[in-house]
């Protein structure tokens, strides 16, 4: 079984970077037909998908935050990461990491971390 677990602060400060990990246990992040991503949930906004990175380490990522958003990964430690800059207090949100597993054509197989709570704020 996948599980995902999110770590990183709970609280940064304006202007500043946030920074998430994703630790991946019960398979390898460089499975073939994996897909790893970062969405996160706000009252003002509801469920947002940010980015993901692949199986061979290539990044998606939402048109709306590309420019301050960057997906990396760490295969020594199976993990992969979240870095947003310059945030601001709307960034406020539930961060979820993810899996998604393209079993055969079309069939996918989907796995959650529980979220990390990242408050923006001074």
């Known amino acids: 079984q996948v599980q995902l677990q999110e770590s990183g602060p709970g609280l940064v400060k304006p202007s500043q970077t946030l920074s998430l990990t994703c630790t991946v246990s019960?398979?390898?992040?460089?499975?073939?037909?994996?897909?790893w991503g970062w969405i996160r949930q706000s009252p003002g906004k509801g469920l947002e998908w940010m980015g993901a990175?692949?199986?061979?380490?290539?990044?998606y990522y939402s048109p709306s935050l590309k420019s301050r958003t960057s997906i990396s990964r760490d295969t020594s430690k199976n993990q992969f990461s979240l870095q947003l800059s310059s945030v601001i207090p709307e960034d406020t949100a539930v961060y979820f990491c993810?899996?998604?597993?393209?079993?055969?054509?079309?069939?996918?197989?989907?796995?959650w971390g529980q979220g990390t709570q990242v408050t923006v704020s001074s």
């Open positions: 993810g899996g998604r597993h393209e079993v055969r054509e079309r069939i996918f197989q989907d796995y």
């Open positions: 019960g398979d390898s992040i460089t499975t073939s037909n994996y897909y």
């Open positions: 990175i692949d199986y061979e380490g290539i990044s």
